[in-house]
């Protein structure tokens, strides 16, 4: 792991950019371009960070890439990448690309011995999709072209990648890449689904979390919070190996709030994502409490992989609430820049009630969750009221009303 240190301060907003600027199901065009004019846009959310899903050539999705070296027609050219590239760096955004190098699609100009093979000898398939031919890792020209392809894309800007489907490869693979990268402060997270060892044996930065993101709804809806605090004692596991890629929504799954049975849980929910340990993301629309839900059929991710309008005055007024939600919690986050890799310990733990207390040496804050209906007390003597919700209204520190959560120092 050598590429934490900016990563330390980095809040992403990812986005889907097929969807993002109405390419996904269109012909060539230069439409990347859109994006520049939603920048501000992230940064007054409070982002450090662009996390953009496939740009590279590919059949539909983007995730069936055909021309790594290549933008995808659809969204536009070389100079549309340079553009965009500039115009985020100079607002001070990182750039992260998605690297989508453990399958290709079927029009990838590839040598045969470059794609892996099943027993029976036919050529390996990612998870039953016909269309997503898996590469061989074991073939050293799938490394060098991996290594060329990241180091061009790092050459022309980009701060990092996110690797799709890491853990469908041996982890060290991603090892070996690593020693052969020329960017030695590139930022490298894994697409995995659990994330146990995966992260030192592959010596990446980063694991996406999802561990934690299933608990965070789940406990809410459940009204468990006894899961969020198993998760939690697991994830400062994670942390002696990396900083996993916290979040409670991406491009592959049904929206937060679409998820949460209960709507007045979705600050609990970004309380904890803001406040424990990890590299926090927001998927766009998220912040404008948007709503999707993901379906297992042909066109299935459409409702979580939106086009956007032309801009944010085009917004409906309906969702600015929750983004001056996401800006509070995100200013707090970036007061607070040691919580990247702080650890969080639960007490005063019941169904419905808890006390996370965040600490990093002698930095410590207190997240109080209360999604049941009568108020709480908590014991927090000496605390000072940080970000809550109900507002505070002159009480107690420790108190939180019923469904409601606050953040102490």
Same mark, same amino acid.
């Given at each position: 792991?050598?590429?934490m240190?900016?990563?330390?301060?980095?809040?992403?907003?990812h986005?889907?950019p097929?969807?993002?600027?109405?390419a996904?199901h269109?012909?060539?065009g230069?439409?990347?371009?859109?994006?520049?004019d939603?920048l501000?846009?992230a940064?007054?959310?409070?982002?450090?960070?662009l996390?953009?899903?496939?740009?590279?050539?590919s059949?539909?999705?983007?995730?069936?890439?055909v021309?790594?070296?290549r933008?995808?027609?659809? $969204?536009? %050219?070389?100079?549309? !990448?340079?553009?965009?590239? +500039?115009?985020? @760096?100079?607002? &001070?955004?990182?750039?992260?690309?998605?690297?989508v190098?453990?399958?290709?699609?079927?029009?990838?100009?590839a040598?045969?011995?470059w794609?892996?093979?099943?027993?029976?000898?036919?050529?390996?398939?990612?998870?039953?999709?016909?269309?997503?031919?898996?590469l061989?890792?074991?073939?050293?020209?799938?490394?060098?072209h991996?290594?060329?392809v990241?180091?061009h894309?790092?050459?022309?800007?980009?701060?990092g990648?996110r690797?799709?489907?890491?853990?469908?490869?041996?982890?060290?693979?991603?090892?070996?890449v690593?020693?052969?990268?020329?960017h030695?402060?590139?930022?490298?997270?894994?697409?995995?689904i659990?994330?146990?060892?995966y992260?030192?044996?592959?010596?990446?930065d980063?694991v996406?979390?999802?561990?934690?993101w299933?608990?965070?709804?789940?406990? $809410?809806n %459940?009204?468990?919070? !006894?899961?969020?605090a198993? +998760?939690l004692? @697991?994830?400062? &596991?994670?942390?002696?190996?990396g900083?996993?890629?916290?979040?409670?929504?991406?491009?592959?799954?049904?929206?937060?709030?679409?998820?949460l049975?209960?709507?007045?849980h979705?600050?609990?929910?970004?309380?904890?994502?803001?406040t424990?340990?990890?590299?926090p993301?927001?998927?766009?629309g998220?912040?404008?409490a948007?709503?999707?839900?993901?379906?297992?059929?042909?066109?299935?991710?459409d409702?979580?992989?939106?086009?956007?309008p032309?801009?944010?005055?085009?917004?409906?007024?309906?969702?600015?609430?929750?983004y001056?939600?996401?800006?509070?919690?995100?200013?707090?986050?970036?007061?607070?820049?040691?919580?990247?890799?702080?650890?969080?310990?639960?007490s005063?733990?019941?169904?419905?009630?808890?006390?996370?207390?965040?600490?990093?040496?002698d930095?410590? $804050?207190?997240?109080?969750?209360?999604i049941?209906?009568?108020?709480?007390?908590?014991?927090?003597e &000496?605390s000072?009221l940080?970000?809550?919700?109900p507002?505070?209204d002159g009480?107690?520190?420790?108190r939180?009303?019923?469904?409601?959560w606050?953040?102490?120092?």
């Amino acid at each position: 792991m050598t590429g934490m240190g900016w990563a330390d301060h980095v809040i992403w907003w990812h986005v889907y950019p097929l969807g993002f600027t109405g390419a996904l199901h269109a012909g060539p065009g230069h439409r990347l371009g859109r994006l520049v004019d939603w920048l501000d846009y992230a940064v007054e959310l409070g982002a450090s960070g662009l996390q953009l899903g496939p740009v590279f050539a590919s059949e539909s999705h983007g995730y069936d890439t055909v021309d790594h070296f290549r933008v995808d027609p659809r $969204l536009g %050219d070389d100079a549309d !990448f340079d553009r965009l590239v +500039a115009a985020a @760096r100079g607002r &001070g955004l990182h750039v992260l690309l998605d690297g989508v190098f453990n399958h290709v699609g079927r029009g990838f100009h590839a040598p045969d011995h470059w794609l892996r093979r099943t027993p029976g000898g036919d050529v390996a398939v990612f998870e039953g999709h016909g269309s997503l031919l898996a590469l061989n890792h074991d073939e050293p020209e799938v490394l060098d072209h991996v290594v060329t392809v990241m180091d061009h894309w790092l050459d022309r800007g980009a701060s990092g990648w996110r690797l799709d489907a890491a853990y469908a490869v041996p982890p060290v693979f991603w090892r070996r890449v690593r020693e052969r990268l020329t960017h030695a402060d590139a930022w490298l997270c894994g697409e995995v689904i659990h994330g146990d060892t995966y992260l030192r044996e592959s010596g990446l930065d980063s694991v996406t979390q999802y561990e934690l993101w299933k608990a965070t709804w789940s406990s $809410l809806n %459940d009204g468990n919070l !006894f899961e969020l605090a198993h +998760a939690l004692q @697991r994830h400062n &596991g994670f942390l002696a190996d990396g900083v996993p890629a916290t979040f409670v929504g991406n491009h592959d799954v049904t929206r937060i709030a679409s998820r949460l049975t209960d709507e007045r849980h979705l600050g609990h929910a970004l309380a904890v994502l803001f406040t424990v340990g990890g590299v926090p993301g927001v998927y766009y629309g998220d912040e404008q409490a948007f709503r999707g839900v993901k379906e297992d059929r042909d066109g299935g991710d459409d409702e979580v992989r939106p086009e956007f309008p032309a801009t944010p005055a085009d917004l409906s007024p309906l969702g600015w609430p929750t983004y001056r939600l996401h800006q509070r919690l995100i200013g707090l986050r970036r007061r607070h820049p040691w919580l990247t890799h702080a650890r969080t310990e639960a007490s005063d733990l019941t169904n419905t009630a808890v006390a996370l207390t965040s600490s990093s040496g002698d930095d410590r $804050l207190v997240t109080l969750l209360n999604i049941g209906d009568e108020p709480v007390d908590f014991p927090v003597e &000496g605390s000072t009221l940080l970000e809550s919700d109900p507002p505070s209204d002159g009480r107690p520190a420790g108190r939180v009303p019923g469904h409601g959560w606050s953040v102490l120092g």
